[in-house]
């Protein structure tokens, strides 16, 4: 395995213990990263069990699949976006599985590979594309969104309270040229935040470089209806385990793991349901599941990581 696509799994034990690969059977890992998570689910899975991971980085793809040679016949590893699991698993002849993992961090591959440009710490081409063969880049988004556009994107997947100004400040320095490095987009950032919050424990531009990586990936706008078809091809007793990075996301879950538990329309005066819908899973983290001090000191990127875990019913 290259070394360079090192990974440390967060949450490993928390995580295992609610997908208990040793159950057996067909496992998802739908987000398949530096093989960290797939390589523990794998050594407890029987011989008879099988691990499909997916990724839309091939080089997660290429490395997993080095690190995870020896399971070879065991372990499949598939190019694509978990966002589409069903056709791709369709296409390899699987309709249903026993357990499911979505962890949707960028990988510590991704982060600390210079020429990737998702860091804001070192320069690099502004770039952000988990899949290298996608069109839009953040260089395209910054240098071609309108500023009201910019400064939304800001608030909405990066919940900052100065999307505007960072917004104005980038299409000031973009009249007088392109702006194409990561460095040279983060001292805007800093520039165009009041001078007495630069100096708070985050970097100043986190939360930008959070929202172009949302908008340059379309993480969210169909993630919804990712978590519902995880669901829906779980076996009866199957466990979707999901860890989330930022609240934007843990929302989404946490809102459809409650549907799914408790799916009933009717108005809260109805005397009896009739609108029909059933629940089709149980919850088993009523609070998610978070790092432990140990780990966070261990792995400083676990600090925000959260777990949730449904069982099919």
Known sequence: MSESFSHIPVLLNETLAHLLPERGGIFIDGTLGGGGHAEAVLSRLPETGRLIGIDRDWE?????????????????????????????????????????????????????????????????????????????????????????????????????????????????????????????????????????YRNEPQHPARRTFQALRIEVNDELSGLDRAVETACDLLQKGGRLCIITFHSLEDRIVKQAFRRFENPCTC???????????????????????TASQEEEARNSRSTSAKLRCIEKI
């Open 267 to 289: 108005p809260p005066s109805a005397p009896i349901c009739i609108c029909g819908k059933v629940p089709k899973a149980k919850i088993l983290t009523r609070k998610p599941l």
């Open 60 to 196: 997660a793809v290429h490395a997993a699949g080095e690190r995870l040679a020896s399971y070879a016949g065991r372990f499949t590893a598939l190019h694509g976006n978990f966002f589409d699991m069903r056709a791709l698993l369709s296409q390899i002849g699987i309709d249903r599985v026993d357990g499911i993992l979505l962890d949707l961090g960028v990988s510590s591959h991704q982060l600390d590979t210079q020429g990737r440009g998702f860091s804001y710490k070192t320069d690099a081409p502004l770039d952000m594309r988990m899949d290298q063969n996608a069109a839009l880049s953040a260089r395209d988004v910054v240098n071609t969104y309108p500023e009201a556009e910019l400064a939304r994107i800001f608030f909405a997947y990066g919940e900052e309270r100065f999307g505007k100004r960072i917004a104005e400040r980038i299409c000031r320095a973009r009249e007088q040229y392109p702006i194409e490095s990561t460095l040279a987009l983060a001292q805007i950032v800093r520039e165009a935040i009041p001078a007495k």
